[in-house]
């Protein structure tokens, strides 16, 4: 069975950091691309970076910004979060594909419980 468990969200002001993290039992993470999605109020769930075999991708919103990077020994997944605006706030999810060369489909991932992430001025 494979869990997905975010952790590390939380509150931060304009212009603040946070990292998440996301542990993996039952999947390896390193075998697929994997990554992050959000979700804010009232918006369509959003892919926000990927990670494989070293080679990553962001949404425009957050390049030089955010960073994806992965532990393969601690099967763990993380994304550094800095210079954080308003607009980043919403609830974060690590995301796994079930078929790994159909890469991350929202209808087809392993998903985590979500962390929300909340941005204030």
């Known amino acids: 069975q494979v869990q997905l468990v975010e952790s590390g969200g939380g509150s931060v002001q304009v212009g603040g950091s946070l990292k998440l993290s996301c542990a993996a039992s039952?999947?390896?993470?390193?075998?697929?691309?994997v990554g992050w999605y959000r979700q804010a109020p009232g918006k369509e769930r959003e892919l926000v970076s990927t990670?494989?075999?070293?080679?990553?991708a962001y949404v425009d919103s957050v390049k030089g910004r955010f960073t994806i990077s992965q532990d393969n020994a601690k099967n763990t997944l993380y994304l550094q979060m800095n210079n954080m605006k308003i607009e980043d706030t919403a609830v974060y999810y690590c995301?796994?594909?079930?078929?790994?060369?159909?890469?991350?489909?929202?209808?087809?991932?392993?998903w985590g419980q979500g962390t929300q992430v909340t941005v204030s001025s």
């Open positions: 990670i494989h075999d070293g080679s990553t």
């Open positions: 039952g999947y390896i993470f390193s075998t697929c691309r």
């Open positions: 995301a796994a594909p079930k078929t790994c060369i159909l890469g991350l489909l929202l209808t087809r991932n392993y």
